[in-house]
């Protein structure tokens, strides 16, 4: 099918006259109980409500005209089913399939991409005979006893989408398990979790699906030596992630490997053996599965071609709405839930990575704007810090809130006639309707300007199977934007230059370093800088 460019789009025009006069929703009795209840939608135990968007049944009309003529189901089913979605014609890339739904697909009788189904099945098989063999005290440490920590190291999607959700999950870990993270090549972080660390009790997992990244290889010798200093053998506590055929793929140094595939990216493979190892030692195989079973169930809901039925598609239209046609450079996400904490960085990369691009699947110039800038923190602590610009900011911030409707855990008080969930998420929902409504007042000082637009995701508990569905409701939403746009969202050059200059200075620091007789860390930053303007002056990296 050919893509189409954005501009090109009728339904874009039509979109871009509607703008002119969006809905307005601090006008009296615009926001009445009618439309809060008209603009809903649900799928896998989410409710989206969205009536405090800026939008009506014209804009939505013309958004799903917009679909239409973009073929975002179409392409949506292409990448299920296998074809090569990574790619920019006519150029050098890395053409490859985007599956990660393959990962999820286990469920159901005929998966979409059958033999990468099959391999996502194989992998889960061997993940299960391990933490069989690790509960049934088959596999122990030096000592003959159990293991009960899991340190995950890695970096960007080898780390980001795992450690939100085993944060997210935390309180359905098993008795006596729980995981740890080492990212960044600082070597305070690895100090910091390896302080009041038990490594006899301990296994590390090193995730990197090329086998190459500096700072997980760094990170990689760093545990390998704190085991040895410990008097640990490091194959007795290693276990790796890798894709087949890596660097990383050599199943004598570790205890136990697992593979991902390159049809899977970083950023979307906290479904894969990346996610699964970690999620699957600390919470158990039966909730991996359940967690699973939501990323498939969203899979599934995402196929409706209406726009009103399917909550990745109309999350993302909105999205656009608020992007290309209100106008608004960023997003935050704001989840009313501690748990939660971690995961807007993990979006952070999946939606910049993915959709930070100035290119289309041509090889032009793109004419219209891409994705925006994702941030956000857990409410209500976001609301003591940085909600003032949100109210009365010159910059207005198209806001999405998570809510759950109970607690996690059991551990809950009443205080003044209601429980602290209560107080939670009663905020979050004052604070959707106070950004949509604003406020009149005399005093300048204390005006809302309201029609700051905003949506609410809410569902009963974060369950695994909850987590599940809203990580693929987000990687869909991420998609159907980036097919929209006509970019390729599956790629990441922007990454590369910045570490070709960075190996470059390196080299240069070690020669230097061996020339002097130096100690390792002999050339100072600022005659490293120095060095590389020399270097960049002298030709292009
Ligand atoms: O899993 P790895 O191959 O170690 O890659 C880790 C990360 O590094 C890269 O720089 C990319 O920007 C990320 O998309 C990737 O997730």
């Known amino acids: ?43 896998c135990g989410f409710d989206l409500l969205y009536a405090t968007e800026r939008l009506d049944e014209p804009v939505l009309d013309a958004l799903q005209a917009l679909a239409d003529e973009a073929g975002l189901i179409e392409q949506f089913m292409a990448m299920k089913r296998g074809a090569p979605m990574n790619r920019i014609e006519g150029y050098a890339c890395e053409n490859r399939q985007v599956l990660h739904t393959a990962s999820r697909d286990l469920f159901s009788a005929q998966p979409y991409a059958p033999e990468a189904t099959a ?14 063999k690790v509960a049934a005290g088959d596999i122990v440490n030096e000592r003959g006893e159990s293991l009960g920590t899991l340190v995950q190291v890695g970096i960007g999607g080898s780390d980001l989408g795992p450690r939100a959700l085993s944060q997210a999950l935390s309180a359905f870990a098993l008795p006596g398990r729980e995981a740890r993270f080492i990212a960044n090549v600082d070597p305070d972080d690895a100090a910091a979790v390896l302080s009041g660390l038990d490594l006899n009790r301990s296994l590390v997992v090193v995730v990197s699906k090329s086998g190459t990244t500096l700072e997980t290889l760094t990170n990689e010798e760093l545990m390998r030596a704190a085991l040895a200093r410990a008097g640990l053998d490091p194959a007795r506590h ?71 039925n399917n909550l990745p598609l109309l999350l993302a239209l909105i999205g656009i709405w608020n992007r290309n046609f209100l106008g608004y450079p960023s997003c935050a996400i704001l989840p009313y839930s501690q748990a939660l904490a971690r995961f807007p ?58 809510g759950f409707r109970r607690s996690q855990r059991d551990l ?24 949509a409504r604003g406020r009149d007042d005399d005093n300048p000082a204390r005006r809302f300007p309201g029609n700051r637009p905003n949506l609410v995701l809410l569902a009963d508990q974060l369950t695994p199977y909850q987590m599940g569905a809203l990580l693929a409701l987000y990687e869909h939403r991420i998609a159907f934007q980036g097919f929209s746009w006509n970019i390729n969202s599956f790629d990441q050059e922007g990454v590369q230059l910045g570490k070709v200059l960075a190996k470059k200075l390196l080299q240069h620091m070690a020669e230097g370093d061996a020339r002097s007789g130096n100690s390792p860390a002999g050339t100072s930053p600022e005659e490293a800088l120095l060095a590389l303007a020399g270097m960049l002056g002298r030709d292009r990296p």
Not at 6 to 17: I, K, V
Not at 371 to 377: K, L, T
Not at 391 to 396: A, Y
């Open 1 to 43: 099918m050919p893509y189409k460019d954005f501009s090109s789009l009728s339904a874009a025009t039509r979109l871009l006259e509607l703008a002119r006069k969006p809905f307005d929703l601090s006008r009296a009795g615009a926001l009445s109980p009618q439309r809060i209840r008209d603009y809903r939608s649900s799928a």
């Open 238 to 308: 290693m276990l790796a992630v890798t894709g087949e055929g890596s660097p990383m793929d050599d199943s004598s140094r570790y205890l136990a490997s697992f593979y991902m595939y390159d049809y899977i990216g970083g950023r979307y493979s906290a479904t894969s053996m990346v996610g699964a190892v970690t999620l699957g030692f600390t919470l158990g195989f039966e909730a991996l599965l359940a967690f699973l079973r939501g990323a498939w169930e969203m899979d599934l809901a995402a196929e409706s071609p209406d726009i009103r």
């Open 119 to 132: 391999r996502a099945k194989r992998e889960l098989e061997k993940l299960r005979h391990f933490l069989d």
């Open 345 to 402: 960085a993990h979006l952070q990369q999946c939606d910049m990575e993915s959709n930070g691009k100035s290119v289309t699947r041509q090889g032009n110039m793109v004419t219209w704007q891409t994705g925006p800038v994702i941030w956000g923190e857990p409410g209500t602590n976001g609301q003591h810090a940085f909600y003032q610009l949100m109210h009365q900011g010159t910059e207005i911030v198209p806001a999405e809130f998570i």
């Open 412 to 435: 809950d008080i009443m205080v003044s006639g209601t429980t602290s969930q209560q107080k939670l998420v009663a905020n979050m929902l004052a604070q959707s309707l106070a950004l």
